[in-house]
Antibody, heavy 121, light 110 residues
């Protein structure tokens, strides 16, 4: 069965960087885009960007351009999201999610369990 | 960038009642690109509806989606206790590639 297992919670100081991992299993890792979505406490869902695990190509939301880097290691079926120059308002749960891209369907079908990143001095 | 506006922000209903949730887009969205998710506290979102009206695997038939263009609706025909949660609509845009979520509708017990 498809599973996305993320790394554990992190506490970082303002200005630092955080790198969250997402290990995929149960399907061909290179066959589906992986996206990252975050959710601040009590807030809605916010799209950060995506990576094509096959080519390594990325697209980032404008809000995060210059601060986010998404990478992958196909040998271990793992995607990574690194966010730099952290601020207190980056405190959120970060999710990876597998994206279905078909002619009649474009949506997330599987999500990781989420990784809480807390930014605090 | 397409903006999705969900209404109402909160819906207070009793078990057994019908819930009607709205998602309005700032410009026309392909039905294929519109999905709905349910999220409960402490959990990741769960796919309910894709392609505006197709139920995801394992989703009960009391959940239905409809709409086209700029107006989409998620209907829960008879609320069960486990349906009280937050619901999000989501669309995918291809140029430039990106995903947008609505602000969410909380369905709470009245």
């Amino acid at each position: 069965q498809v599973q996305l297992v993320q790394s554990g919670a992190e506490v970082k100081k303002p200005g630092a960087s955080v790198k969250v991992s997402c290990k995929a299993s149960g399907y061909t890792f290179t066959g589906y885009y992986m996206h990252w979505v975050r959710q601040a406490p009590g807030q809605g869902l916010e799209w950060m960007g995506r990576i094509n695990p096959n080519s390594g190509g990325t697209n980032y939301a404008q809000k995060f351009q210059g601060r986010v880097t998404m990478t992958r290691d196909t040998s271990i079926s793992t995607a990574y999201m690194e966010l730099s120059r952290l601020r207190s308002d980056d405190t959120a749960v970060y999710y990876c999610a597998r994206f279905i891209a078909a002619r009649s369907a474009q949506h997330f079908d599987y999500w990781g369990q989420g990784t809480l990143v807390t930014v605090s001095s | 960038e397409i903006v999705l506006t969900q209404s109402p922000g909160t819906l207070s209903l009793s078990p057994g009642e019908r819930a009607t949730l709205s998602c309005r887009a700032s410009q026309s969205v392909s039905s294929s690109y519109l999905a709905w998710y349910q999220q409960k506290p402490g959990q990741a979102p769960r796919l309910l509806i894709y392609g505006a009206s197709s139920r995801a695997t394992g989703i009960p038939d009391r959940f239905s989606g409809s709409g086209s263009g700029t107006d989409f609706t998620l209907t829960i025909s008879r609320l069960e206790p486990e349906d009280f949660a937050v619901y999000y609509c989501q669309q995918y845009g291809s140029s430039p590639p990106g995903v947008t979520f609505g602000g969410g509708t909380k369905v709470e017990i009245k």
